[in-house]
T-cell receptor, first 112, second 115 residues
Framework: ELKVEQNPLFLSMQEGKNYTIYCNYS?????LYWYRQDPGKSLESLFVLLSNGAVKQEGRLMASLDTKARLSTLHITAAVHDLSATYFC????????????FGKGTKLTVNP | NAGVTQTPKFRILKIGQSMTLQCAQDMNHNYMYWYRQDPGMGLKLIYY???????DKGEVPNGYNVSRSTTEDFPLRLELAAPSQTSVYFCASSLLTGASGNTIYFGEGSWLTVV
C-alpha cells in the first residue's frame, strides 16, 4: 500500500529565508505532483515530476524528484509573504493507476 | 473560463438525508475524480471516471455513488448521510490519464456538514 509522508507539517519562516519541504513515499511511483492550497480555496497545480532526477522551477519554488530514494523536495528560495499556503505532494502508484495518494500537507506561514 | 464547477458550495444535511453534489467541466476532459478532504488531512479519492459510462472506486467509496452519463458531468450521490461524511469535497478533471502526468484541475470545493 502506497503511503506518502510530508514533513514538516507546519513551517513558520521569515521573509527572505530558504527552506525545504520533504515528501517521502513508500512504494515505486511513476509520477509526483505538488499542489498549493490557500485557505478555503481549491488546489492549484504547481509541478508534475515524472522521472528520476527531474527538477522544475517556477519563481521562488523548485521541485525535484529522486525515485531511488522515493523522495521529492520542494525548495523555497527567499520566501515572501505571498507564498503562505498549504503545500501538498501527491504520488501516483506505478502502473498507471488513477488513485493518487496525497500527503497531509505542509502549512507554510511566511512572516514579514 | 469556467473549468471545473461544483455546486452547492455549502450544505448542511441531517443524518439519514440524501443529496447529490454536482460537478461539471467544460474542458472536454475524459477523466474526472471526486476527492474528500478532512481537516488537517490530504485528499482521499472517492470515485473516478475514465469516460462517459465508466466509473471505478477510489480509496474511500463507502456511502457514495457516482454516475457519468456525459463527458461534462460527474455527480456524487450521498445516500443516508452520516456525520463521518462531514468534509470538503473536491471534484477534479484531467484531459488524459493522470498516469501520463497530465495536470489535474480541481473545482472550488463543496463544504458539507452532516448534523
Amino acid at each position: 500500500e502506497l503511503k506518502v509522508e510530508q514533513n514538516p507539517l507546519f513551517l513558520s519562516m521569515q521573509e527572505g529565508k530558504n527552506y525545504t519541504i520533504y515528501c517521502n513515499y513508500s512504494t515505486t511511483s511513476d509520477r509526483l505532483y505538488w499542489y498549493r492550497q490557500d485557505p478555503g480555496k481549491s488546489l492549484e497545480s504547481l509541478f508534475v515530476l515524472l522521472s528520476n532526477g527531474a527538477v522544475k522551477q517556477e519563481g521562488r519554488l523548485m521541485a525535484s524528484l529522486d525515485t531511488k530514494a522515493r523522495l521529492s523536495t520542494l525548495h523555497i528560495t527567499a520566501a515572501v509573504h505571498d507564498l503562505s499556503a498549504t503545500y501538498f505532494c501527491a504520488v501516483g502508484p506505478q502502473g498507471g493507476s488513477e488513485k493518487l495518494v496525497f500527503g497531509k500537507g505542509t502549512k507554510l506561514t511566511v512572516n514579514p | 473560463n469556467a473549468g471545473v464547477t461544483q455546486t452547492p458550495k455549502f450544505r448542511i444535511l441531517k443524518i439519514g438525508q440524501s443529496m447529490t453534489l454536482q460537478c461539471a467541466q467544460d474542458m472536454n476532459h475524459n477523466y474526472m475524480y471526486w476527492y474528500r478532504q478532512d481537516p488537517g488531512m490530504g485528499l482521499k479519492l472517492i470515485y473516478y471516471s475514465v469516460g462517459a459510462g465508466i466509473t471505478d472506486k477510489g480509496e474511500v467509496p463507502n456511502g457514495y455513488n457516482v454516475s457519468r452519463s456525459t463527458t461534462e458531468d460527474f455527480p456524487l450521490r450521498l445516500e443516508l448521510a452520516a456525520p463521518s461524511q462531514t468534509s470538503v469535497y473536491f471534484c477534479a478533471s484531467s484531459l488524459l490519464t493522470g498516469a501520463s502526468g497530465n495536470t489535474i484541475y480541481f473545482g472550488e470545493g463543496s463544504w458539507l456538514t452532516v448534523v
